[in-house]
């Protein structure tokens, strides 16, 4: 095996390869259900406005 | 250069790139046309034996009901005892590992057990949620999450936890519970729904 292959699989290489991808896919978690969340809550606010004023 | 780049980060680059499909997919008319392609599956489905009896005989349905509604309870306990850990808000007397690790086993039998249930149910109402909104969020999260559970955040707590980033580690516990919270709600969602 030679020096680049090392590199590239090494146990250090794969920590920051696995964290990078976690990284953006629990930011896309986050900020989605922060949206949909939002979202829900504000319309289910808006119905009981026009419901009750 | 690039094929050093792609070596290094192959997993954050396949990750990111499905993020992409995914949200393409969203947004083109393909949408449309899988959502009006499957309309006669969940028709066939009520057609089966799971949809016959899952429509004539409420008791089963009720009994698998309860089985799926105990399955989701005993998901959620381990998402929440194996993230909670990550966090260091519970169990903070348990080496991470050891919960972590726990909580998996248990939730594998959880979610295998919610899917099943979870089938049978969907086969006895499937004219009714193939309409409602909510359900589709439902699978979507359900099966962002277990892709999330398996591909991400499982590998990434493989490794030595005091080696991570304990900002990436806080936040995949956060979107962990994020999403299953998701699943949950929407799940009881459809229950309030038609």
């Not at chain 2, 007397?93 to 969907?122: C, E, K, Q, S």
């Not at chain 2, 439902?138 to 980033?165: C, E, V, W, Y």
Request: charged fraction near 15%.
């Amino acid at each position: 095996m030679n020096d680049s292959d090392d590199t590239h699989h090494s146990p250090d290489q794969k920590v920051k390869d696995d964290q990078a991808a976690a990284l953006i896919v629990a930011q896309v978690f986050i900020v989605f259900s922060g949206i949909y969340w939002f979202l829900q809550i504000e319309s289910v606010r808006a119905l009981l406005e026009l419901a009750y004023g | 250069m690039s094929t050093a780049i792609f070596s290094n980060y192959s997993k954050t680059l396949i990750t990111a790139a499905i993020l992409l499909a995914a949200l393409m997919f969203g947004y083109s008319d393909l949408l449309s046309t899988v959502y009006v392609g499957l309309e006669p599956v969940f028709m066939w489905s009520e057609t089966t034996w799971f949809g016959y009896i899952g429509k004539n005989y409420g008791g089963i349905f009720a009994v698998i009901q309860a089985v799926h509604l105990l399955s989701m309870a005993v998901l959620g306990g381990a998402v929440i005892a194996g993230d909670g850990r990550v966090l260091g808000i519970v169990l903070r007397d348990v080496p991470v590992r050891t919960v972590v690790d726990r909580a998996h086993r248990i939730f594998v039998w959880a979610l295998i057990v919610v899917v099943a249930t979870g089938i049978f149910m969907a086969c006895g109402v499937a004219s009714k949620i193939y309409f409602l909104p909510v359900y589709w969020f439902k699978m979507l999260s359900l099966g962002a999450g277990t892709l999330f559970h398996f591909f991400i955040r499982r590998p990434l707590l493989r490794h030595d936890i005091n080696q991570l980033n304990p900002i990436v580690v806080k936040m995949v516990a956060i979107a962990s519970i994020l999403v299953w919270f998701m699943v949950a709600a929407t799940g009881r969602w459809i229950g309030f729904s038609g």
